[in-house]
């Protein structure tokens, strides 16, 4: 089909659900080729089925971002993207003193060390053909510190200091990168969060969440610039928040 991203391919990580789906899907609307990759394999078909509908070239690439052995794997395979949305994330929320060592480790390595390696990868190739575009996906999190989200935003606040990092030495070899930064989102990951504290402070919120398509229309946004200009940093939030 033909599209503002016609010609190009990207890979979205994280894409079975929430953010990576509707982004995924918001590319192939674009024109956009579509690898996904996460580690549900029914939704990850789901998403390839969706995008392909809308015209597109899609496969899916199903594995976990954790072993670096996958990561090398989807690096052979998916190295030709001119796209890379790092969106792969979790978190768990709760009082920081509960938070256990495990838990920790756990969103840092997902968060960060499995971004920065797909990143790394993703770059070296790009690098190499000196095109190419990366798009982190942070947080609001990444400049504030919230009760019940302290970790995370450690991870979100590391995230966006390697976003920096890649924009800085890469630009030199043509790549653009940018940051999404977006505040409350409605999507599963949240979802997912039990502790009584926790809920008790979501119910309190005066504002509604944004939606997984609002952030995927930032990321189109920045994509889709001229090819003189590379959006930095995209902040988005609840209007009321």
Not at 91 to 106: H, R
């Amino acid at each position: 089909m033909a599209g503002r991203l016609s010609g190009r391919t990207a890979l979205v990580t994280g894409a079975s659900a929430g953010i990576g789906r509707a982004t995924a899907v918001s590319l192939a609307r674009e024109g956009a080729a579509i690898i996904a990759t996460g580690r549900r394999e029914a939704e990850l078909a789901g998403v390839v089925a969706e995008c392909r509908k809308l015209g597109v070239e899609a496969q899916a690439i199903a594995g976990d971002l954790d072993d670096a052995k996958f990561v090398e794997t989807l690096g052979n395979n998916a190295g030709h993207a001119d796209i890379l949305v790092n969106n792969a994330g979790w978190l768990i929320y709760a009082p920081v003193l509960e938070i256990t060592p495990e838990q920790c480790a756990g969103m840092f390595t997902t968060n960060v060390v499995a971004a920065f390696a797909i990143a790394r990868e993703l770059g070296k190739r790009m690098a190499e053909r000196k095109r190419g575009h990366m798009v982190f996906i942070t947080s609001g999190a990444a400049r504030n510190v919230g009760q019940f989200g302290v970790v995370y935003a450690a991870t979100k606040h590391a995230l966006s200091a390697l976003a920096k990092g890649f924009r800085l030495e890469l630009k030199g070899a043509g790549l653009k990168v940018s940051e999404i930064a977006p505040g409350m989102v409605d999507t599963d990951i949240r979802k997912a969060s039990t502790h009584p504290a926790v809920l008790a402070s979501i119910a309190a919120r005066k504002f509604g969440p944004i939606t997984a398509q609002d952030v995927a229309d930032a990321v189109v946004y920045a994509v889709t610039a001229s090819e003189g200009c590379c959006p930095d940093l995209v902040e988005i939030r609840p209007k009321d928040a």
